[in-house]
């Protein structure tokens, strides 16, 4: 039996999960009242409000006048497979991974797409040397590591004058971080990450670079049909105005401009970069007066705000053998889950054991803040558990 006395006040909102992400603060069902259900996509209302994510979307985001923003099927996922097949393969390729998908980018380019790559890997808590990048190369990489909780800290290290194409899977940093657009060819993501949308759909982002590309490179290999951005050897515009290449759901459609309404209420892109922040800065604080946790991420500076990932760094825990270690997080996680507290803040499963807390603008402080004391509950929980058991 757990003596210990629980924190007095909880969060007023206990989803912290890492996707689908929190929804903003005061959405109800009722967002969605004007949803175009049971309307064609390609109608012209339909088109319209497809047309007005991407159009809010750039201004959030302040994306460049001159590069194309288009919503893609099957998510971050999708859109990032849409990049790897069809604009690699007309040089060298450097890809860098210091997590599961990064990694997992790596697979497809090289199981599947069959290319000569070059990989640039670090462990969970690290970054590769951004420094020995080829930039004559195309490259490719996460800018935050969902599962790590490590970001790349700027946008510094990618080169002006590259001959390669960056593609950047931004799917927990957009909106949350403040991206080097100028730096960036390809940029992904989904809606369900720091603007709490609903999930299946993905955007995708290309620099006039990477039309180019597009407009002058054949793959030798097939692309299926939803892969395809160009018809005769030009890029297909509609997809970039709104006429996507399968049926998305108006519903989500509708739930995507809610969010970035709010984001406009707020105060745009800074007040969500801040609120990010503010989550970060929390964690950070009880970190350093908490001595049986630390950050996955030793670096200060390449911390996620986002997917902010914590270790067990109790000698009595970090003696035990790894899976009795990852038991010891999940039983943490499965106490503040039993009590309302925190839902889905399970470490990923390919990730050291720990625990994963969203940091995402849509996470209000107070929130975060509140949960903080219950981490220290569900440690001393856990910790009288298996003293019982021994």
């Excluded at 990730?351 to 803040?369: I, K, Y």
Aim: contains cysteine; aromatic residues 8%.
């Amino acid at each position: 039996m757990n003596q210990n006395p629980q924190p007095g006040i909880r969060p007023a909102n206990p989803n912290f999960s890492s996707g689908p992400c929190a929804k903003r603060p005061g959405w109800t069902v009722e967002a969605l009242a004007d949803a175009l259900v049971g309307r064609s996509h390609r109608s012209k209302p339909g088109k319209a409000r497809l047309a007005e994510v991407i159009d809010r979307t750039r201004a959030v985001l302040g994306i460049p006048d001159d590069y194309r923003i288009g919503i893609v099927p099957a998510s971050d996922t999708g859109a990032v497979e849409m990049a790897l097949w069809t604009l690699l393969g007309a040089r060298g390729v450097d890809m860098l991974a210091w997590e599961s998908f990064g990694s997992g980018w790596v697979t497809d380019a090289v199981k599947q797409l069959k290319l000569d790559v070059r990989e640039m890997k670090a462990g969970y808590g690290e970054l590769p040397d951004l420094s020995a990048v080829n930039f004559d190369n195309d490259v490719v990489f996460t800018w935050n590591g969902t599962t790590s909780g490590v970001r790349v800290p700027n946008g510094d290290w990618i080169a002006a004058d590259r001959a390669g194409l960056t593609i950047c899977d931004a799917t927990s940093a957009v909106f949350a971080m403040d991206l080097a657009w100028d730096k960036l060819d390809v940029v992904t993501w989904s809606w369900q990450k720091v603007m709490g949308g609903e999930a299946a759909h993905g955007m995708l982002v290309l620099s006039p670079r990477a039309v180019e590309r597009l407009e002058t490179f054949t793959p030798d290999r097939p692309l299926p049909k939803i892969f395809r951005l160009t018809k005769g050897g030009k890029l297909i515009e509609g997809v970039f105005k709104g006429e996507t290449i399968n049926t998305p759901s108006m519903i989500a459609v509708e739930d995507a401009v809610d969010g970035l309404k709010w984001a406009e209420t707020v105060g745009g892109l800074p007040a969500l970069i801040a609120r990010s922040e503010a989550n970060l800065q929390a964690v950070a604080d009880w970190v350093a007066v908490t001595d049986w946790v630390d950050f996955l991420a030793a670096d200060p500076a390449q911390r996620s705000c986002t997917s902010i990932c914590l270790k067990v760094v109790d000698p009595a825990v970090t003696a035990l053998p790894e899976a009795d270690q990852a038991a010891a997080a999940k039983r943490m996680a499965a106490l503040l889950d039993a009590e309302g507290v925190a839902y889905d803040i399970g470490g990923y499963r390919d990730a050291p054991p720990g625990l994963r807390l969203w940091g995402g603008a849509t996470v209000e402080t107070d929130d975060m803040s509140a949960l903080l004391p219950w981490l220290d509950w569900a440690f001393e929980a856990m910790m009288a558990e298996r003293k019982g058991e021994a």
